[in-house]
């Protein structure tokens, strides 16, 4: 794998990893991305404003949220973008995911593309459902008759997840050279949820490689008295990931990295947890 995908070279500021994750030719902009600074739409990208976004948001934007089932208009933008990658903003605002089906809640990217919020501002909201497999952001791959299709270059940065049920926003799967940058999440499903349904995860990555995690937060408010049940990055036979800067609050742990190797984990912090790092 060091040989085939380049290994990753440890002492790499995270702007470095940034560039090999989003590819060659890359625009340096986003890894200094600084959403407070106010609205600016890159060329080539497309912007999506929220029901309740400003006016000049949405005097700028090329897709216009309702306020229900959003996750649909923004997957629409998705779809649109020419050649099939690109940048896909979201303007600061409340987007209302979709109850449902899987297929119908989530946004799914594909290879090179990139959702970019407007930082803790751009609020997901993903509705309770009874399918813990559901999330708001799929980075993924397939693995279809011994064939392994990776995704590559694709990311989800600077926005806030509210999760209402079982699920954990951003699933990473079949991923090499992705990344997950300061996304935080709110786990505040309802108390009946019993121990082992209550999920409080942020990010979930599974068979990835090479791939940046860096300035996430996941928070449990589900039971005042114990934690929530899932980790606030979770990992499942990873290799080479680059991982810095997780914090955990109410969560089982900060870090699960089963089966992963050759990883660099920095920067970790959990309170109120029941273990640091599985």
Same mark, same amino acid.
């Given at each position: 794998?060091?040989?085939?995908?380049?290994?990753?070279?440890?002492?790499?500021?995270?702007?470095?990893?940034?560039?090999?994750?989003?590819?060659?030719?890359?625009?340096?902009?986003?890894?200094?991305?600084?959403?407070?600074?106010?609205?600016?739409?890159?060329?080539?990208?497309?912007?999506?404003?929220?029901?309740?976004?400003?006016?000049?948001?949405?005097?700028?934007?090329?897709?216009?949220?309702?306020?229900?089932?959003?996750? &649909?208009?923004?997957?629409?933008?998705?779809? /649109?973008? !020419?050649? #099939? +990658? %690109?940048?896909?903003?979201?303007?600061? @605002?409340?987007?209302?995911?979709?109850?449902?089906?899987?297929?119908?809640?989530?946004?799914?990217?594909?290879?090179?593309?990139?959702?970019?919020?407007?930082?803790?501002?751009?609020?997901?909201?993903?509705?309770?459902?009874?399918?813990?497999?559901?999330?708001?952001?799929?980075?993924?791959?397939?693995?279809?008759?011994?064939?392994?299709?990776?995704?590559?270059?694709?990311?989800?940065?600077?926005?806030?997840?509210?999760?209402?049920?079982?699920?954990?926003?951003?699933?990473?799967?079949? &991923?090499?050279?992705?990344?997950?940058?300061? /996304?935080? !999440?709110? #786990? +505040? %499903?309802?108390?009946?949820?019993?121990? @082992?349904?209550?999920?409080?995860?942020?990010?979930?990555?599974?068979?990835?490689?090479?791939?940046?995690?860096?300035?996430?937060?996941?928070?449990?408010?589900?039971?005042?008295?114990?934690?929530?049940?899932?980790?606030?990055?979770?990992?499942?036979?990873?290799?080479?990931?680059?991982?810095?800067?997780?914090?955990?609050?109410?969560?089982?742990?900060?870090?699960?990295?089963?089966?992963?190797?050759?990883?660099?984990?920095?920067?970790?912090?959990?309170?109120?947890?029941?273990?640091?790092?599985?």
């Amino acid at each position: 794998w060091g040989t085939a995908y380049g290994a990753w070279d440890f002492a790499e500021q995270p702007v470095r990893a940034l560039e090999r994750c989003l590819g060659s030719g890359c625009e340096r902009w986003l890894a200094d991305y600084q959403p407070e600074e106010g609205l600016a739409v890159m060329p080539g990208s497309v912007l999506v404003a929220a029901s309740d976004s400003s006016s000049q948001a949405k005097a700028r934007a090329d897709f216009i949220c309702s306020g229900t089932q959003d996750n &649909a208009t923004i997957q629409a933008a998705v779809d /649109v973008l !020419s050649g #099939g +990658a %690109g940048l896909i903003q979201l303007a600061a @605002g409340s987007y209302q995911f979709a109850e449902g089906a899987d297929a119908t809640e989530e946004v799914v990217l594909k290879s090179g593309q990139v959702v970019l919020g407007a930082g803790p501002g751009t609020v997901i909201i993903q509705p309770s459902n009874s399918d813990s497999s559901n999330r708001a952001f799929r980075i993924n791959g397939t693995y279809v008759g011994g064939v392994q299709t990776l995704i590559e270059h694709a990311g989800v940065c600077h926005l806030h997840v509210i999760h209402l049920g079982r699920s954990s926003p951003i699933s990473m799967q079949h &991923a090499r050279h992705c990344f997950v940058r300061h /996304v935080s !999440s709110l #786990g +505040a %499903g309802p108390a009946t949820y019993p121990i @082992g349904q209550a999920k409080a995860m942020n990010v979930s990555c599974t068979f990835c490689s090479h791939c940046l995690i860096e300035e996430i937060e996941a928070r449990a408010v589900y039971d005042a008295d114990a934690p929530g049940n899932w980790n606030a990055v979770n990992f499942s036979r990873c290799y080479a990931m680059l991982v810095r800067g997780v914090r955990g609050f109410r969560t089982r742990s900060v870090i699960d990295a089963w089966g992963t190797r050759s990883s660099y984990f920095s920067d970790l912090y959990g309170e109120y947890c029941d273990e640091g790092m599985d």
